[in-house]
């Protein structure tokens, strides 16, 4: 870690704990990191489910193809209730705040 690296990191903290005094700083503190949250909650679902996808068109029996069915389910879903876990306790948090 380098010099500015560190002097980055104690910029940005700063900020944070500027915006953090004002329960205004405090929402948008949480709704950002909510939302950041959220995106890589998405983004790393779809690839998953690109990937599970993907190995359905390499199944060579009615067995393998199940299970990439299954397979494909099963990240739809748990991508789903994660998200709704994460989205609801971003939301708690700004009820607590407010």
Not at 52 to 57: A, D, E, K
């Amino acid at each position: 870690m380098r010099l500015w690296h560190t002097i980055f990191a104690v910029f940005v903290v700063a900020l944070i704990l500027t915006a953090a005094r004002e329960p205004a700083g405090r929402v948008a503190i949480i709704v950002f990191v909510t939302g950041s949250v959220e995106l890589i909650c998405g983004l790393t679902a779809v690839m998953m489910l690109f990937h599970t996808i993907g190995s359905l068109g390499h199944s060579r029996g009615f067995l393998e193809s199940v299970q990439c069915v299954m397979a494909t389910v099963l990240v739809t879903t748990v991508a789903a209730w994660m998200m709704l876990a994460m989205l609801t306790i971003g939301a708690r948090m700004v009820e607590r705040v407010v």
